[in-house]
């Protein structure tokens, strides 16, 4: 089988204009994932991840189908908790998405903690939810 390469400056929609080829190269989205944390985490859509680890409470470990280039890629998300339970008893509560640095994210693995933060005691902890999605952002390998 011959391998090629298309070289190309800018790619043209027929009706939507141009964009140069370094924002789909560098610009994309090179892993996501939405998936379910509670009970045995399962992705619902994801773009190259290859599995899902339930590492401990609040804690989800996914492998890359294809690596990163390194360890320092970029990455964002959020969270939500719909099973109309609010852990811990808290009766406000705002999610937060972090890693950790025991967990530091590596070319071909990345984890993720959920924590949610009560309004009304002022305390907080990690804890499984029902939807969290994240996209990560950097150079493949």
Known sequence: MA????????????????????YVVS??????????QIGTPASKDSFNISS????????????FTNNMGNANYQWGGNMT???GTTPAGASDQCGVLF???????????FALYTLYVSNTTGGGGVVDVSIVSFSINGDLA
Do not use: R
């Not at 899902?52 to 492998?63: E, F, N």
């Open 3 to 22: 391998y090629g390469k298309i070289v190309a400056d800018q790619i043209q929609h027929s009706s939507e204009g141009t964009v140069g080829t370094q």
């Open 27 to 36: 610009g994309s989205a090179k892993a996501w994932n939405h998936y379910h």
């Open 52 to 63: 899902i680890a339930d590492t401990g409470t609040g804690l989800a470990t996914h492998s």
């Open 81 to 83: 908790n719909n099973t």
């Open 99 to 109: 890693i950790s640095g025991s967990y530091l994210p590596t070319t071909s693995t």
